[in-house]
């Protein structure tokens, strides 16, 4: 923000006030933040919206929307929590667990419905998935990690060392590294790990694990997603094959993925929004999970880190980059 003339300013405010007192009484307003933007965040957004459209709820008409990303920053995550917090909407969409947890922790008389959220017990935004708070409740993406090293597996199947890129910071992130230690081992598989707290951290990361792994996996980490192709540059360049479980990472580079279309997870979280815009209270709502997986490979990426997709999968696959 600019360096305003404060009078200016306070007419202003005062103006937006005196309009704000004109909108019709049931009107609507839905803030909406995430930690950081990337294309499976992206589009949790556009489903929230495009179902709230649908449901009769439109921007600019009945519905006034209100979206800010946090860049990555959690310190920012909490300015934009406190800000929303005073706005006082009908609803607060967080996206992803920093935002979510910002949230609860700023604006606790507010409805706040999360989504992407892996472990919204771990995270504390819940005491349980059946038993939401009165003012929280939303849509959890815990992925099928077993699923995902057998996948790993399928691809890489000499594999015996699987590295792991995540932020220690982001509570979701440390749930998903315990699952991968639970399941690799049944693959025939030692979890590597390799820590980066900053996007700009990733690339080194990943650098680290050259010489040590035959496999990277990446976790639906906001962190490192947003910094994909820095890993992917790495990858191709020393023939370690990537495997996401972010559906959309497979369109930037990565192998392959067996995970959900974020757009879906947008679309149900919206429905949510649109109950308690209804009139429900979200402690009415049980957390949802998201049971559909989908499978995405890259032919191309495949080859360029050295590696073959079996024929097997290719027919799984509910697209294929060629």
């Given amino acids: 923000m600019g360096i305003y003339n404060k009078f200016a300013f306070g007419a202003a405010l005062v103006a937006a006030s005196f309009s704000s007192s004109l909108i019709a009484a049931d009107n609507k307003h839905v803030a909406i933040t995430q930690i950081v933007e990337h294309p499976a965040l992206d589009s949790v957004r556009q489903g929230v919206q495009d179902v709230l459209a649908e449901s009769g709820f439109k921007a600019g008409e009945n519905l006034e929307w209100e979206y800010q990303s946090a860049q990555g920053n959690p310190t920012t995550a909490a300015q934009i929590a406190k800000k929303f917090a005073g706005n006082n909407p009908d609803v607060i969409v967080a996206i992803a667990t920093p ?40 849509v959890s993406d815990l992925t099928p990690v077993d699923k995902h090293m057998e996948l790993t597996k399928q691809i890489v199947p000499d594999a015996a060392k699987v590295g792991v ?141 050295g590696t073959t997709i079996p024929e097997a999968l290719l027919g799984q696959a509910k697209e294929i980059i060629e």
């Fill in 99 to 138: 935002s979510a947890q910002a949230m609860v922790a700023s604006a606790r008389n507010s409805n706040i419905i999360f989504s992407a959220v892996t472990d919204p017990v771990g995270a504390k935004l819940v005491a349980a998935w059946d038993k939401p708070s009165p003012k929280v409740t939303g």
């Fill in 165 to 305: 890129i995540y932020n220690p910071g982001e509570a979701n992130s440390v749930s998903l590294v315990e699952l991968v230690k639970k399941h690799a081992p049944s693959q025939g598989m030692e979890v590597v790990e390799a820590a980066s707290p900053k996007s700009a951290d990733v690339q080194t990361a990943m650098r680290s694990l050259v010489g040590k792994v035959d496999v990277v996996y990446l976790p639906t980490d906001n962190t490192v997603i947003s910094a994909l192709e820095g890993v992917i540059k790495i990858a191709e360049q020393t023939d370690i094959p990537v495997i996401a479980a972010d559906t959309d990472s497979v369109k930037r580079g990565a192998i392959a993925a067996l995970g959900f279309n974020y757009y879906d997870v947008g679309r149900q979280t919206g429905a949510m929004v649109v109950e308690v815009l209804n009139g429900k209270a979200p402690g009415e709502l049980p957390v949802q999970g998201v049971e559909k997986t989908e499978l995405y490979l890259n032919l191309p990426a495949a080859e360029a880190m």
